[in-house]
């Protein structure tokens, strides 16, 4: 009993070789089959992400943190597997192995680890103690406030700080921040459905979180305080002030949320609204495309006086459409300055010359309909506007300039433009809301306007404020709320009553925007622009006639809206910026990607094939999967196990093929020395032979003259036409086989190949690897049939990847039929094309050959080749 | 692979409506679903019961499930664990990898790949069942 213990530990146990009898033999052998699927499964899996990743890098598709930390995760796993399996192979072999996996996933995961917060610990900062430094604590837009008030003696609203540590606390409790990660993992934030569901969750999650007892406390201190100075029951404004919004790189221009006018009743409250908006959809969503990770930001909040403004709006110190037109632009509006901010208004448009003596030159007054004022005791209300004030501007001639001035002064200090929120408070004192780096929009070349050029269309509608330049075409899409915004398809036209900075997740998925209201001024605007979207505001009601799903072309810089696509105005837009290029993510993958996917263990047989040598998890699988070949062959022979050693396979005559049977692979136990074509059970195997028997090779005569097949077959028997050869597995060529499954070996004179193919049920399982190598020619004849035949194999589907003279191409996911479709055309090849070389330096004849052999292989693939029939078992 | 085996699946997930729903999914697909909402209730049953895979959430309150899988592989070594987070965590997975589970699946997982999982996970068991018994055959042989 003792050693009926000791052999079932030698079985679970992986360090200790199973001593086994004959029963237990034949079921080691099946266990070990198993091992080795769900190897080749976990490699297959780690290919997939490898080049998922890869893709990710090249600019193929917009990802975020969650994205990274997934794949990267999922191929750890499916790498660790391989090398645990390999040891179930191998037990005890490969020692090495899992310290070198081990230093491998503990570098990538210091790449990928979350950052660490900086900055200090303190709850709340009052203006007063702000200035840049102190960015990583208040964020960028109320860093910006203390310096202007500090540093520059500019007149801003008094107020304090809700820090980011307060806001790491806020989710720090309760395990916030975790539930808030796994429920990003889970969602598509390129589908608008998702993304707006998720958001609303998140922003409800926070919201519903109670605040701690310390930072309430702490909060009605400085509430106190505030009030104090400010002599009475002040209102606030709560202004959003996340770290890494409004540096130079990103703009985030109204990604996040602001409340005014706050009865102090409801500070607690209104802090954690302004603080959950930083999930609005489109902040998620501009993190997400910029390559910004969520949790190296933060949200401070701004609390501040309300100033209750008699008039107010945006300074720009140079055009935002054009960077070459240095002049201050003004829009301006009475009461709040929101309505210019939200670009709900066009506003009383300002150009004032930056030269000393500053000068307004140029001025237009809009017919204002309504103002934005504070409510006696909560909140903002709108108020029509009627007689004289509508028509009058809303500044005066030296307020512009005064205004203009405070702005060039702000440019001066921060060293480029900027876009800055003023108003004039009751006492018509200027009082600096909020400025930030100005973005303009790309110069681009000016697309004359074709309704001048003869036979060119009318546009539907002329008019309107380029709000970002360039052309787009596409289906028009409305959105008048939030379920519009659901259905809205990358490609669509976005068509807008008003240009709210809510729609702005929508916005890097549109051709082009259009509006009825707004101008060149709202945050709408400044991220067309940042995100190269042409955008045309303030069209007015004729816009309404745009039908919902007719295909439309906009020329922004032109003004003008036409029916149908003009693809000649549309070619001369330039591209889109490669947004997600340098961005924290971005880098974080390709420095991830440094440890994931270059192949440097490439020559198994050479010494440096060892676990050691391995830099990269591509290394780690390679070897594994090299490895794991070769435990599965040797196994049969080591155990001295005949029923499982390799059987020479019969066809007419005994063929320079053995043939291993891994588990169904026969249709009956093979006893002796050969084993029939017919017997053969395995489907990837028989597809491969029907290939390569299909059609005789037609091509310059083999040496001797002789029918191509006895050459072949000579050629692989007989060991002095192979050179570098060591081992004896390495001189046959060998199937390995199960009824879906098979691994092929082979050398053909000099060319090393191998097939690996799995054709099941499960599609998503279904594979086929081609890899080819080396050759007797030169170099340049080697490397142009490495081209030649990776050409052939991308005809046909494969996914194809060469360095130097080898080649390796892969065909995944395919229904089982389609797949052993394939392996015919990878049998025609591994026959016909051993004999390129002789072609190889003829490009004419390679010409010639290249159109036969796709003819060829339509023949091949849909099994009409005179050799097939022939070739089926019976 | 063989016809239709009667696999039990023990589910294991604090959060009840995903539970819930995945449970019936699994049941319709002709597995034998039990479920549990933490590590305790569930380690209490596997003392009673021996399912063949169990679907083990990592993040749960109370016992941690790296803690609970390592006292199933301890209390049963045959039984598969398939552990199934909605958190991506290097460490975490390899851990549990190490401490034997059959796989670390990230949600959402399309149930597709889920019940070949757990087809997967329950013929090691069988093949692991069945190596034994032959060892004990081959052993008890004169």
Redesign the interface.
Known sequence: MA??LE??KG??GREQEPV?????L???F??RY?SFR?LLAANNKALELMSELEAAAGGGRVFGM?FL??R???L??SV??MT?LLGRLGPGKYPALAPRLKQI?SQ??TI?APAEAGGGDELVLPLAAIDQRRAEEAGAKMANLGEMMNRLGLKVPPGFVITAAAWRLLLGGGGLE?EI???Q??ADLENAAELFTLSSQLRQLIVDTPIPPELSQTLAKAYAELAAEAGGQVRVSLRSSALGEDSAEASFAGQYSTQLNVHPEFLEQTYKEVAASFYSPQAMHYRLVRGLRDDQLAMAVGCLAMVGGVSGGVAYTVSPLDPADRRVQLTAAWGLPRVVVDGEAVGDHFVISREEPLRVVSRTVENKQSELVCHDDDGICRLELTGERATQPCLSQEQALEVARAALKLEEYYGGPQDVEWAYDRQQRLVMLQCRPLRPAEAKAAAPAPQGEPGSPEPLIHGGVTASPGAGAGPVHWVRRDSDALTFAPGAVLALPRPAPRWAALVGKAAAVVSSRGGAAGHLATVCREYGVPALFGLGPELEALEQGHEVTVDAGARAVYAGRLDELLQRQGKRPAFMNGSPVHQLLSRSLELISPLTLLDPDSNEFQPDNARTLHDITRFCHEKSVKEMFSFGKEHHFPQRSSKQLFYKVPMQWWVLNLDDGFTQEIKGKYVKLEEIACLPMLAVWEGMVAIPWAGPPAAGGRGLASVLFEATANPSLTTGVKTRYAQRNYFMVARHFMNLQSRFGFHFCAVEALAGE?R??NYISFSFKGGAADAARRLGRVRFIGGIMEDQGFRVESTEDNLNARLERNEQETTLEALKAVGYLLMHTRQLDIIMDNPRAVALYQDKIRADLELVRSGQAPGQKAAQPS | MTAKPEISVLLVDDEESYREALARRLSRRGLNVAQEADGEAALARLGAEAPDVVLLDVKMPGLDGLEVLRRIKKARPLTEVILLTGHAHLETSITGLERGAFDYLLKPVPLEELVEKIHDAWEKKSVQERKIRAVQADGVKP
């Open positions: 050693g009926l052999k079932l079985l679970l086994v009898e004959q029963a237990g034949a079921e080691e099946k266990a198993l769900q969650s930390r997934s990267i995760t999922a750890g796993v660790f597997q645990d996933q990538l995961e990928a975790q990660s796994r429920r993992q889970a499960r998503r399982e």
